[in-house]
């Protein structure tokens, strides 16, 4: 089941927190559709945050289409994302990247940094 990770020092909203690692859950295959995501008492029990907000962020899911709110049941993937699962060649790949970059004395920002310039020369904005 997915575990969320609160990052109160991010400055990013936890509601948005909870929509980007579901979306990411689903990118990677972690989540696919019929899954059940966890309850809003499971996260508040899991992070310590207000139920209304898990409840934002599942309504927020709700309306992009990708989760299903059923009565009495709980939340429900509909439709996956991406076609990027964790255990493909590509993420084998940059997982041993990453540990390279480690390696070589780069912290966490470095990496975000580097990484995102690649990005932005390969896929730059717009370009779905």
Known sequence: ???Y???RRSGVATYVQIVQQ????????LLEPGDRLP???EVVEA???????VLKAYRELEREGLVE????????????????????PPATELDAW?????????????VAAL??????????????
């Not at 992070?47 to 907000?53: D, E, K, S, W």
């Not at 990484?115 to 779905?128: A, I």
């Open 5 to 7: 990770r609160i990052d």
């Open 22 to 29: 579901t979306k990411q859950a689903l990118r990677l295959g």
């Open 1 to 3: 089941m997915l575990a």
């Open 39 to 41: 309850t809003a008492r």
């Open 69 to 88: 709110a059923k009565r009495g049941l709980g939340t429900f993937v509909r439709r996956t994302l991406g076609a990027a699962p964790a255990d493909s």
């Open 115 to 128: 990484f995102g310039s690649v990005l932005d020369q390969h896929f730059p904005e717009g370009d779905q």
């Open 47 to 53: 992070t310590a945050i207000n139920p209304n907000t």
């Open 98 to 110: 990453a540990l390279r970059a480690r390696a070589a004395g780069l912290d966490r920002e470095d």
